[in-house]
């Protein structure tokens, strides 16, 4: 996701700072930014002239005050909440009085990361969706403690960026994945039963409604893991059994077979 949302800043003109832990990873972000724009080039939709501009304004770091001047950050780590208000707070530290801070969860409270800061009414939600280049949906997130002031600027920069930006209330889900989620559960659910193969529920799920992608091929595609977390978050705070999720999912994250990122997950994407 990071550097997909890089690549819709930096082509809408924006100048972008990477930020990563370690210089493999940022390094392999921008090498997944410059395969993203050689792919475009060879099929006509950037010239080489602009494929070189857009990159000419991305950079990658490993630390976070080299942020220090941006006016908006945008955080895209894993979906941990602890994880995120720890980021939150040292980001608080670093980055400049008149920055918005925002997240790109899909589900987690987006308050619980302002109360993190000393700019609460700074903080809001902007979820791109994966892959952040093609999808053209941002939800923009609205926690209780947000300005006015902060949701429009973003809701303008995800505009600026070709983006469709919805408003949505800070509640667990948001829109998309609160309607997604039961869908991809009750999937594995009549997996689990021996109702169908997962081949022919996704090919019954394309066929039948209209959808460019099954539930398996779309679970293997944004991670077992990030799923699981999604829907536990969603049953922690509704309590309601289509959220709870499934123990087959629960068993492949643990086995670390978590979908296209490590290879596996309901399909094999390894190359025979």
Do not use: W
């Not at 002031?149 to 800070?170: N, S």
Request: charge should be negative; include cysteine; hydrophobic fraction near 45%.
């Amino acid at each position: 996701m990071g550097s997909g949302i890089a690549e819709v800043a930096a082509t809408a003109g924006a100048t972008v700072i990477l930020r990563s832990r370690s210089q493999a990873t940022a390094d392999a972000m921008l090498a997944g930014l410059e395969k993203s724009l050689a792919k475009q080039v060879e099929r006509g939709k950037k010239t080489q002239e602009e494929a070189d501009a857009v990159r000419s304004r991305v950079s990658a770091t490993t630390s976070l005050t080299d942020l220090a001047d941006c006016d908006l950050v945008i955080e895209s780590v894993v979906e941990d909440l602890a994880v995120k208000k720890a980021l939150f707070n040292e980001l608080d530290r670093v980055i400049k009085s008149s920055a918005i801070l925002a997240t790109n969860t899909s589900t987690l409270p987006v308050v619980e990361m302002a109360m993190e800061t000393s700019r609460p009414d700074q903080v809001c939600g902007v979820h791109f969706f994966n892959p952040a280049t093609a999808m053209s949906l941002v939800e923009i997130v609205r926690p209780l403690t947000a300005s006015d002031e902060t949701i429009t600027a973003v809701t303008e920069f995800a505009a600026q960026c070709g983006k469709e930006p919805v408003e949505v209330k800070d509640q667990a889900g948001f829109i998309v994945n609160a309607l997604l989620f039961p869908y991809l559960n009750n999937a594995i659910r009549i997996l689990e039963q021996g109702v169908a193969t997962k081949e022919g529920i996704d090919t019954a799920m394309k066929g039948g409604c209209g959808f460019p992608m099954g539930p398996f091929a779309l679970l293997d595609l944004v991670g077992l893991d990030t799923s699981l977390s999604i829907l536990e978050a969603l049953y922690a705070e509704f309590a309601d059994p289509n959220y709870a999720p499934v123990p087959l999912l629960k068993r492949m994250v643990a086995a670390g077979t978590l979908g296209r990122k490590t290879g596996t997950g309901f399909y094999d994407y390894r190359r025979k």
